[in-house]
């Protein structure tokens, strides 16, 4: 059954299986086909997003246990409805000691069974960084002690936590009880030290910058079997329709494993009275400016970043850039586009948080240049200065290139790199890139052992030092406006033309039509709605740099505390996220909002690196902003700042209510499976994690699919509920236009043609037309009315002749 839409709920033990069923009838009426699970096999402990997965052979007791997820698919099934769910094939959470794959590796090191399926380098002990200071000072401190009870003698960290040690050491443990604790740490198969040398000297591959999650081999057959078990069986039996692969560009061969696994899901016999297949597999993959997704890997598509970013720049108004950007610099002091700020947040994460996953990169190509006589004479240090310059460029996340066989889109990111190095290389140290572009292209000379393994570090560096490089960095630094600074975007493009939009969905439709299409994630950065409202800035980039000016006056002293590039994003965040409803003298309202504020903050201060970090905070700086956010939010304070933003949220209320409903109608029209992040069927003002993972008011959205503007009025998103239920029935009504239907751009004539994007999605003799607003905020703000005035659209017409006015007359969106 090709899933129609589905509904991603986020399981943890405060939301299991059992409260998901309860809510199946109310999904079904939504018009949802497939509830969209986070990962449901064994996590840490407690662990409130499943990714840190430490038994991928049984489903997490926490959410209920197999029995827990067997009932809720039967209620599914009842109503024929399915099940989706998320995998996590690059790594495994490790620490806790709950991951009986990683204490077998430390107690029994080279020799565990298990010691091949993680990316550990066993030339030399494998790194613990787990200490809090240097290994002689935690032994003095007495932070490190022996548990010698029991049958399984362990190392006790900090008094709870427990690291297995050699049986060969067990007899010792119990007859000495720790009394020559550094003779017997010096026999274990792992090194321990403190925290702080993981980024320079760890020995194993880690999903980016978080030691508690080690990578594994998936390539390695016997990893994919063992890891991949529960999975064959669960689609076997009729449980599941479909996986989504969480960050397929670590693994080693993506496309690889992507066929492998398609291969494999499509061999399964299925029983009687399920749906027969094929699986519905989509991938989470971060696709850069101008890259596609590869047709041949026998995925359905992406997850939907890709199209997150481009339904959002469609929504800006291209006029707004340049104001904008002025203003940022003017207000912030900060003289960087973006370009500039992405290249200094990768060099600066080469250089403080991937130095030991580099030099394992350069020793593997020092490596492969002495294995032959035309690259033996690049040293180490020229190999280094290339790879770092290259990195410093990438376009992309990785290139995907196998032994001696690269995918011929590779060619257009070498060249790329190739240009943009070029800037930095050293006066006669072109040749070195070009070497190492080579190798990356399965050509050039060596010994093919090492160049494969020589690329794959490469590829799995280049991987997260863009995430942590530009998401986890520069989208921090640079904030022209935050609604382009979020998880898949380009943030140096600003919007997108209709005739780019049209082209990209032509070929949604004729690649990936199944692609699922989001809008909100559990890793979005501003809830799709703060980004909706946020947009409306692009149309107003005046008043919105009068509002700023004022409110920095209206602050007062806490604000002279505070960098201007902080202040700014304050701003925008305090418009974006402000809460429908929310009154100037709603104290609990404010103070909740508030700590909100401060949450998101703090991280932001951190993941910038600039004046606070999650290594060392500044903690003091971090207490002032927080002093900032409660004065601007306190009732008892002089309420002009408070009654002038929210007249600014009431201002723009019509054109914010306007945008929503734009992107919620493309979400659900245009070429894809419409994905719904759990309580978003209402507004959803949210920021990032973990405040986009709150528990949902499901009573609420159950009123309000019974009432929506009476449960839900205005900016409280009635009306978008309303949207979705009514386009979800008519994709339940007719499944195969929109799952196989055509994507028909339709020419729009006269003055206002360029505010209205229009196209027919059409199957054999069944046709759907679709009509939509775009940039029409200086019309609507003032009041409460989504479209201009009747006479306004001055004779534009689509063509076919039907004009626009009356199609736009009600709403921003005409399907029918």
Same mark, same amino acid.
Request: glycine residues 8%; hydrophobic residues 45%.
């Given at each position: 059954?090709?899933?129609?839409?589905?509904?991603?709920?986020?399981?943890?033990?405060?939301?299991?299986?059992?409260?998901?069923?309860?809510?199946?009838?109310?999904?079904?009426?939504?018009?949802?086909?497939?509830?969209?699970?986070?990962?449901?096999?064994?996590?840490?402990?407690?662990?409130?997003?499943?990714?840190?997965?430490?038994?991928?052979?049984?489903?997490?007791?926490?959410?209920?246990?197999?029995?827990?997820?067997?009932?809720?698919?039967?209620?599914?099934?009842?109503?024929?409805?399915?099940?989706?769910?998320?995998?996590?094939?690059?790594?495994?959470?490790?620490?806790?000691?709950?991951?009986?794959?990683?204490?077998?590796?430390?107690?029994?090191?080279?020799?565990?069974?298990?010691?091949?399926?993680?990316?550990?380098?066993?030339?030399?002990?494998?790194?613990?960084?787990?200490?809090?200071?240097?290994?002689?000072?935690?032994?003095?401190?007495?932070?490190?002690?022996?548990? +010698?009870?029991?049958?399984?003698?362990?190392?006790?960290?900090?008094?709870?936590?427990? &690291?297995?040690?050699?049986?060969?050491?067990?007899?010792?443990?119990?007859?000495?009880?720790?009394?020559?604790?550094?003779?017997?740490?010096?026999?274990?198969?792992?090194?321990?030290?403190?925290?702080?040398?993981?980024?320079?000297?760890?020995?194993?591959?880690?999903?980016?910058?978080?030691?508690?999650?080690?990578?594994?081999?998936?390539?390695?057959?016997?990893?994919?079997?063992?890891?991949?078990?529960?999975?064959?069986?669960?689609?076997?039996?009729? &449980?599941?329709?479909?996986?989504?692969?969480?960050?397929?560009?670590?693994?080693?061969?993506?496309?690889?494993?992507?066929?492998?696994?398609?291969?494999?899901?499509?061999?399964?016999?299925?029983?009687?009275?399920?749906?027969?297949?094929?699986?519905?597999?989509?991938?989470?993959?971060?696709?850069?400016?101008?890259?596609?997704?590869?047709?041949?890997?026998?995925?359905?598509?992406?997850?939907?970043?890709?199209?997150?970013?481009?339904?959002?720049?469609?929504?800006?108004?291209?006029?707004?850039?340049?104001?904008?950007?002025?203003?940022?610099?003017?207000?912030?002091?900060?003289?960087?586009?973006?370009?500039?700020?992405?290249?200094?947040?990768?060099?600066?994460?080469?250089?403080? +948080?991937?130095?030991?996953?580099?030099?394992?990169?350069?020793?593997?190509?020092?490596?492969?240049?002495?294995?032959?006589?035309?690259?033996?004479?690049?040293?180490?240090?020229?190999?280094?200065?290339?790879?770092?310059?290259?990195?410093?460029?990438?376009?992309?996340?990785?290139?995907?290139?196998?032994?001696?066989?690269?995918?011929?889109?590779?060619?257009?990111?070498?060249?790329?790199?190739?240009?943009?190095?070029?800037?930095?290389?050293?006066?006669?140290?072109?040749?070195?890139?070009?070497?190492?572009?080579?190798?990356?292209?399965?050509?050039?000379?060596?010994?093919?052992?090492?160049?494969?393994?020589?690329?794959?570090?490469?590829?799995?560096?280049?991987?997260?030092?863009?995430?942590?490089?530009?998401?986890?960095?520069?989208?921090?630094?640079?904030?022209?406006?935050?609604?382009?600074?979020?998880?898949?975007?380009?943030?140096?493009?600003?919007?997108?033309?209709?005739?780019?939009?049209?082209?990209?969905?032509?070929?949604?439709?004729?690649?990936?039509?199944?692609?699922?299409?989001?809008?909100?994630?559990?890793?979005?950065?501003?809830?799709?709605?703060?980004?909706?409202?946020?947009?409306?800035?692009?149309?107003?980039?005046?008043?919105?740099?009068?509002?700023?000016?004022?409110?920095?006056?209206?602050?007062?002293?806490?604000?002279?505390?505070?960098?201007?590039?902080?202040?700014?994003?304050?701003?925008?965040?305090?418009?974006?996220?402000?809460?429908?409803?929310?009154?100037?003298?709603?104290?609990?309202?404010?103070?909740?909002?508030?700590?909100?504020?401060?949450?998101?903050?703090?991280?932001?201060?951190?993941?910038?690196?600039?004046?606070?970090?999650?290594?060392?905070?500044?903690?003091?700086?971090?207490?002032?902003?927080?002093?900032?956010?409660?004065?601007?939010?306190?009732?008892?304070?002089?309420?002009?700042?408070?009654?002038?933003?929210?007249?600014?949220?009431?201002?723009?209320?019509?054109?914010?209510?306007?945008?929503?409903?734009?992107?919620?109608?493309?979400?659900?029209?245009?070429?894809?499976?419409?994905?719904?992040?759990?309580?978003?069927?209402?507004?959803?003002?949210?920021?990032?994690?973990?405040?986009?993972?709150?528990?949902?008011?499901?009573?609420?959205?159950?009123?309000?699919?019974?009432?929506?503007?009476?449960?839900?009025?205005?900016?409280?998103?009635?009306?978008?509920?309303?949207?979705?239920?009514?386009?979800?029935?008519?994709?339940?009504?007719?499944?195969?236009?929109?799952?196989?239907?055509?994507?028909?751009?339709?020419?729009?004539?006269?003055?206002?043609?360029?505010?209205?994007?229009?196209?027919?999605?059409?199957?054999?003799?069944?046709?759907?037309?679709?009509?939509?607003?775009?940039?029409?905020?200086?019309?609507?703000?003032?009041?409460?009315?989504?479209?201009?005035?009747?006479?306004?659209?001055?004779?534009?017409?689509?063509?076919?002749?039907?004009?626009?006015?009356?199609?736009?007359?009600?709403?921003?969106?005409?399907?029918?």
């Amino acid at each position: 059954m090709t899933p129609r839409a589905s509904y991603r709920f986020q399981f943890h033990r405060g939301f299991t299986f059992a409260d998901a069923e309860v809510l199946v009838p109310y999904l079904d009426r939504l018009g949802i086909s497939h509830v969209y699970a986070s990962p449901v096999t064994t996590a840490r402990s407690g662990s409130t997003h499943g990714y840190d997965v430490v038994d991928p052979t049984r489903i997490n007791p926490e959410l209920g246990g197999e029995d827990g997820l067997r009932s809720l698919v039967a209620a599914l099934r009842a109503r024929d409805m399915g099940l989706i769910i998320d995998i996590v094939p690059n790594h495994m959470g490790v620490a806790g000691g709950e991951n009986v794959w990683w204490n077998d590796v430390l107690r029994n090191g080279p020799g565990s069974r298990y010691a091949t399926f993680f990316d550990i380098d066993w030339s030399r002990k494998l790194l613990l960084p787990l200490l809090g200071a240097p290994l002689p000072r935690a032994l003095a401190a007495g932070d490190i002690g022996v548990d +010698a009870g029991g049958d399984d003698p362990a190392l006790v960290l900090y008094g709870d936590q427990r &690291l297995p040690i050699r049986p060969e050491d067990h007899a010792a443990a119990r007859a000495e009880g720790g009394a020559d604790l550094p003779e017997l740490l010096a026999r274990q198969h792992y090194r321990l030290a403190c925290w702080c040398t993981a980024d320079d000297d760890l020995n194993w591959r880690r999903f980016f910058t978080i030691t508690e999650l080690a990578g594994l081999r998936i390539e390695d057959e016997a990893v994919f079997e063992a890891t991949h078990a529960l999975y064959f069986r669960l689609y076997g039996e009729g &449980l599941i329709d479909g996986v989504r692969i969480d960050h397929v560009d670590g693994l080693t061969d993506p496309a690889g494993y992507c066929r492998t696994l398609r291969q494999r899901l499509d061999a399964i016999a299925r029983p009687a009275g399920v749906p027969q297949g094929p699986a519905y597999v989509v991938i989470e993959k971060i696709l850069g400016p101008g890259e596609a997704l590869a047709t041949d890997w026998g995925v359905d598509g992406t997850s939907g970043y890709d199209f997150m970013e481009q339904a959002s720049a469609l929504l800006h108004d291209p006029d707004g850039e340049k104001p904008l950007a002025e203003l940022w610099r003017d207000f912030s002091g900060r003289e960087l586009d973006f370009h500039e700020e992405e290249l200094a947040a990768r060099q600066d994460m080469l250089d403080w +948080a991937f130095d030991g996953q580099l030099e394992a990169c350069i020793a593997a190509f020092a490596a492969l240049a002495a294995s032959s006589e035309d690259t033996a004479g690049l040293t180490r240090a020229m190999l280094r200065r290339a790879i770092r310059r290259m990195l410093w460029v990438f376009p992309v996340y990785r290139t995907y290139v196998v032994g001696d066989s690269a995918p011929a889109a590779d060619a257009r990111v070498r060249e790329t790199v190739r240009t943009r190095a070029a800037r930095f290389t050293p006066p006669g140290e072109g040749m070195v890139v070009d070497h190492v572009l080579a190798w990356l292209a399965g050509e050039g000379p060596g010994d093919a052992g090492l160049a494969a393994t020589a690329v794959q570090r490469f590829q799995q560096l280049s991987a997260p030092i863009a995430a942590k490089s530009v998401e986890d960095t520069a989208f921090y630094r640079y904030g022209a406006l935050l609604s382009r600074t979020d998880v898949g975007f380009d943030a140096a493009r600003f919007s997108m033309p209709v005739a780019e939009f049209h082209q990209a969905m032509v070929a949604r439709a004729r690649d990936f039509p199944r692609a699922m299409l989001a809008t909100a994630t559990h890793d979005h950065k501003r809830g799709e709605d703060v980004r909706a409202r946020l947009a409306v800035l692009s149309e107003i980039p005046d008043a919105w740099r009068e509002r700023v000016g004022h409110w920095d006056a209206l602050a007062g002293d806490p604000a002279l505390r505070i960098d201007p590039a902080d202040r700014s994003m304050l701003f925008q965040t305090l418009f974006g996220a402000w809460p429908p409803g929310l009154a100037a003298g709603d104290r609990a309202g404010l103070e909740a909002l508030a700590d909100r504020i401060i949450a998101w903050q703090q991280k932001a201060l951190r993941e910038a690196k600039l004046r606070s970090c999650w290594e060392a905070p500044d903690e003091a700086y971090e207490a002032a902003c927080e002093t900032l956010v409660r004065h601007l939010l306190d009732p008892a304070k002089p309420a002009a700042f408070l009654a002038d933003i929210e007249d600014f949220v009431a201002f723009t209320a019509g054109a914010t209510r306007a945008n929503m409903l734009v992107q919620t109608a493309l979400r659900c029209t245009v070429p894809g499976m419409p994905d719904l992040y759990q309580g978003c069927e209402l507004a959803d003002f949210s920021l990032v994690d973990p405040d986009n993972r709150r528990p949902v008011d499901f009573g609420l959205r159950q009123a309000a699919l019974e009432d929506p503007e009476k449960a839900a009025p205005g900016l409280s998103g009635g009306g978008k509920l309303a949207l979705i239920r009514d386009l979800l029935e008519r994709r339940r009504a007719n499944p195969v236009l929109f799952a196989e239907g055509g994507y028909e751009p339709v020419a729009v004539h006269g003055a206002r043609a360029g505010h209205v994007l229009a196209f027919r999605r059409t199957h054999g003799a069944d046709s759907l037309l679709c009509v939509l607003m775009l940039h029409c905020t200086r019309h609507l703000i003032g009041g409460d009315r989504l479209v201009p005035p009747f006479e306004w659209w001055d004779g534009t017409y689509l063509e076919d002749g039907q004009p626009v006015a009356k199609l736009l007359s009600q709403a921003p969106f005409h399907v029918d």
